[in-house]
């Protein structure tokens, strides 16, 4: 087991891509602490902590409970992200301001929060997910794919700021990912392409781990 007793506050953890990333830290070893909106049921060897991650003064003290019944915090896997369709010229204020604030200015907030921790401990592992639209653009979803490629920019910025230290900070870019929902909305697309659940999981967790210590500033494809 990769992640043997390792700490894991995953957020994001109750959508439909941490139901499969959550279980898949678990097994390999993990302690995960997942921040809900919600309270919701979880399994035993998840701890569950009710926060709004885009609050900077909830994030922090979720980082405090972390360390109060941990010690350390070994990752930061980072789930939260929303999609919102519409090219620039009919994309509202609200919606642009709305993709930037949970793609990009929460994983801002964690990332913040977490890196004086993992820095004076001389390690930790802080994960992203972007999305292959923020190297490859299409057409009709602008304020979402700038925001993407913004979360991108963020972990190379971070990426380098934390070279060195022991912390490494590392994204991956799926293609769109296969869950339910995105069948029901897309039943006609071609998903030889789509980012498996799986795979992301599988990605994840290798860059969470001590065996991924030398990588850091990469942006991993995943379903190209």
């Known amino acids: 087991?990769?992640?043997?007793?390792?700490?894991?506050?995953?957020t994001g953890g109750s959508g439909a891509l941490g139901q499969t990333v959550v279980?898949?830290?678990?097994?390999?070893g993990a302690r995960v602490f997942m921040t809900v909106r919600q309270t919701e049921v979880a399994p035993p060897e998840v701890s569950i902590i009710q926060a709004n991650v885009t609050d900077e003064t909830e994030v922090q003290q979720v980082v405090t409970e972390v360390l109060s019944k941990t010690g350390r915090i070994d990752g930061l896997i980072n789930l939260v992200g929303a999609f919102a369709s519409g090219p620039a010229a009919d994309t509202s204020l609200s919606v642009w301001e709305r993709m930037l604030s949970l793609n990009v200015t929460t994983a801002f907030v964690l990332s913040k929060a977490v890196a004086p921790h993992m820095r004076a401990r001389g390690v930790g592992r802080i994960l992203h997910v972007a999305a292959w639209a923020a190297v490859v653009p299409f057409p009709g979803a602008a304020a979402y794919i700038v925001a993407k490629s913004s979360l991108l920019t963020l972990v190379r910025v971070l990426a380098v700021e934390l070279g060195g230290s022991g912390v490494t900070v590392n994204a991956v870019l799926p293609t769109t990912i296969d869950t339910p929902s995105n069948r029901t909305n897309m039943p006609h697309a071609d998903r030889s392409t789509w980012a498996s659940p799986e795979s992301i999981a599988a990605t994840l967790?290798?860059?969470?781990s001590d065996g991924a210590c030398q990588i850091n500033g990469a942006a991993i494809p995943i379903g190209t």
């Open 1 to 10: 087991m990769k992640l043997k007793d390792k700490v894991m506050l995953i």
């Open 23 to 28: 279980p898949t830290f678990t097994a390999e």
């Open 205 to 208: 967790s290798f860059l969470a």
